[in-house]
């Protein structure tokens, strides 16, 4: 069975583009969530989409958003990058439907370099 | 957010019993603690999870402290293939939402 997908891998922008990510999660789960990571830290958490709607938010500027499509899978969308937006963006996906019981699958994430 | 304290990094040797502790002070009562681990280039994999009882599965056991202001990862023989990031995570209650520390980098010696 194929597992979380996230594209492309890698990218490189220009300080001020704009760039989208994908992610499409494991057939049959409903929550997608995106998280950041910088490079010597842990992910922190960015958004949480389920059933198309946001369910929660982490600490990031209004330059971040994102969104949930029909078929639950998930779009991030950062505007006028910076040079500290260069990350490994994660997308991760689960069964959860208000529990906490559920684990989380990781995809491989989407290098981004901004110069 | 409730957050975990973790040692930077430890070592073991192969076949040996690692244990990786976390502090988790400021948890509340609803929240589950979790642990996940990151192999290089790779995105973080589910270990194993729990509330208040210890817990065992095929990768790991989890001892969770009667106060559960602490909780201790137990691998009982280490692999190379252990060799890894492993984060001690509180799940917030009632959301998908993961609080990623900085990990103990855990080091397997041959």
């Known amino acids: 069975d194929a597992g979380v997908t996230q594209s492309p891998t890698h990218l490189i922008k220009t300080r001020g583009q704009q760039v989208t990510l994908r992610c499409s999660p494991i057939?049959?789960?409903?929550?997608v969530s995106w998280y950041q990571q910088v490079l010597g830290q842990g992910p922190q958490f960015i958004f949480q989409?389920?059933?198309?709607?946001?369910?929660g938010r982490g600490n990031f500027p209004d330059r971040f958003s994102a969104r949930q499509f029909p078929n639950y899978s998930s779009e991030l969308n950062v505007n006028a990058l910076l040079l500290g937006d260069s990350a490994l963006y994660l997308c991760a996906s689960s069964f959860w439907e208000g529990s906490v019981n559920t684990e989380a699958f990781f995809g491989q994430g989407t290098r981004l370099t901004v110069v | 957010d409730a957050k975990t304290t973790q040692p930077n990094s430890m070592e073991s040797n192969e076949e040996e019993p690692v244990h990786l502790p976390c502090n988790h002070s400021t948890i509340s009562g609803t929240d589950y603690i979790h642990w996940y681990r990151q192999l290089p280039s790779q995105g973080p994999e589910y270990v194993i999870h729990g509330l208040t009882s210890n817990v065992n599965n095929r990768m790991a056991s989890l001892a969770i402290a009667e106060d559960r202001k602490s909780s201790t990862l137990i691998l009982h023989r280490a692999t190379l293939r252990d060799a890894a990031v492993y984060y001690c995570?509180?799940?917030?209650?009632?959301?998908?939402?993961?609080?990623f520390g900085t990990g103990t980098r855990l080091q397997v010696f041959p």
């Open positions: 989409y389920y059933e198309k709607e946001e369910r």
């Open positions: 995570i509180l799940r917030v209650y009632n959301t998908d939402k993961l609080i």
């Open positions: 057939s049959g789960h409903k929550s």
